[in-house]
């Protein structure tokens, strides 16, 4: 029996969502995923507070959708300041947003936050991901474009600070042989 895209794209994302923890685990959840430097000045306890962060964005819009409920977008500073109060992350949907102030307000945010807390409510958001998205209906999936959009809030993320933490781990690697 043929599967469906959403089995295709829930297959490919828990595939994806392995490879990065299987490296997050080659670091080891020790005092290293706290070093900063890893990318820029943010260490991998900082790169997962921001995975954290696009996580809750998509899993709370996968779960209104769900619910009947629509998201729009902030279009004012007091509305970007309402939802960062409501939800507790930025509104990454919103045009105001610029490239770096969400950032430094994640990393601000988590940077007294225990490295396990972070972890345990990374692992949340992703399940909750994955339950919205076996819940939701194929048709509705496709209306929303939400397999691009989740794509684009885990593993291209994903990818994207794994490059940094692999090299991160070379030049440490090679620094500590010698």
């Known amino acids: 029996m043929p599967k469906t895209q959403k089995e295709i794209f829930l297959a490919r994302l828990m595939r994806e ?24 000045k943010w260490s991998i306890k900082d790169m ?31 509305a970007l300041d309402a939802f960062l109060d409501e939800f507790g992350y930025p509104d990454f949907g919103s045009p105001l947003l610029g490239d770096d102030g969400p950032n430094e307000w994640v990393t601000e945010k988590y940077k007294s936050v225990p490295l396990e807390e972070v972890v345990a409510q990374e692992l949340q958001a992703f399940a909750a991901i994955i339950v919205s998205l076996e819940e939701m209906p194929e048709d509705m999936l496709d209306q929303h474009n ?8 885990t593993y291209r ?22």
């Open 17 to 40: 969502r392995d490879k990065f923890e299987l490296l997050l685990n080659r670091v080891g959840f020790t005092r290293r995923m706290t070093l900063k430097g890893v990318s820029g």
């Open 146 to 153: 939400f397999l691009d959009r989740v794509a684009n809030n």
């Open 48 to 78: 997962l507070a921001h995975i954290l962060s696009y996580e809750l964005y998509i899993a709370d819009r996968l779960n209104e959708t769900l619910h009947g409920e629509v998201y729009a977008p902030c279009r004012t500073q007091n």
């Open 157 to 178: 993320h994903y990818h994207e600070h794994s490059t940094d933490i692999k090299r991160w781990l070379r030049s440490n690697t090679a620094y500590n042989r010698r």
